[in-house]
């Protein structure tokens, strides 16, 4: 990390710094304009001199305590994140039981061609996606009016990446029950869903990239599911489905 925000120190034209997620929660993402609000102009623009402002810390005491109050923050959200993060596994063994052995197969094979398979997949996003609203306790007037509307939401990718996980879980047949590793699992999938809304992704993580690729192709194959009058359409198959490997 220490490397990273070096070398971006280098390049501070480059450096975009984005808002706090909550302000995304509630809003429809449809446009560029609308990516580009996610954008925080100010702290992008003043990267430069908070990295310079950070490495001069050690000698200075005032800074280092306004850096401690910070860490003991992040420490915090870390601590509430991981007592409520332990639902997963639950969540992903009751799943399972929705699906036959020939649609767990197919998710296994990376092809998801059965209409069946799909729809499964894409139920299960929509229950984790109002159990997100539920959560963060978005109004109903905030939330998605239509099903085909949902995907311009941030919460709702963010549950497209938490089935991402969940088919991650059923190729490798196990995810990890420690703390640390499921917030971290979290976190990459924040990552991955922010992400979607932008070109790419760069990272060294292949579970982030491998998120982000699959996302992207689901987003586009519920967003044609839902758009359909009945859903009794014929999906062109996901071709190269490519969940990570441990």
């Known amino acids: 990390i220490v490397e990273s925000f070096r070398i971006a120190r280098k390049y501070p034209r480059q450096i975009l710094t984005l808002r706090a997620l909550p302000m995304s929660f509630s809003r429809q993402i449809r446009s560029a304009k609308d990516v580009r609000a996610m954008i925080d102009d100010k702290q992008s623009r003043y990267f430069p001199t908070w990295y310079d402002y950070i490495v001069k810390a050690d000698d200075n005491p005032s ?96 549950a497209i990446c938490i089935t991402v996980l969940f088919m991650t879980w059923l190729k490798q047949g196990n995810l990890s029950a420690a703390t640390d590793k499921l917030v971290n699992h979290v976190v990459d999938m924040h990552v991955a869903a922010e992400a979607t809304f932008f070109n790419g992704i760069i990272s060294a993580d292949k579970h982030v990239k491998a998120a982000y690729r699959l996302s992207r192709q689901l987003i586009g194959l519920q967003h044609g599911f839902s758009l359909s009058l009945n859903g009794e359409v014929k999906l062109k198959p996901v071709v190269g489905v490519d969940t990570p490997s441990s």
């Open 63 to 158: 800074i280092m305590g306004q850096l401690r109050e910070h860490q003991a923050t992040a420490i915090n959200s870390i601590d509430h994140l991981g007592k409520d993060i332990h639902h997963l596994l639950p969540t992903f063994q009751y799943a399972k039981k929705q699906f036959n052995e020939s649609e767990i197969a197919e998710i296994k094979g990376g092809y998801l061609q059965n209409y069946s398979t799909q729809a499964k997949l894409f139920e299960l996003m929509d229950t984790i996606s109002g159990n997100l609203f539920n959560l963060v306790n978005v109004p109903m007037d905030k939330r998605p009016v239509m099903k085909a509307d949902a995907v311009h939401y941030f919460l709702h990718r963010y």
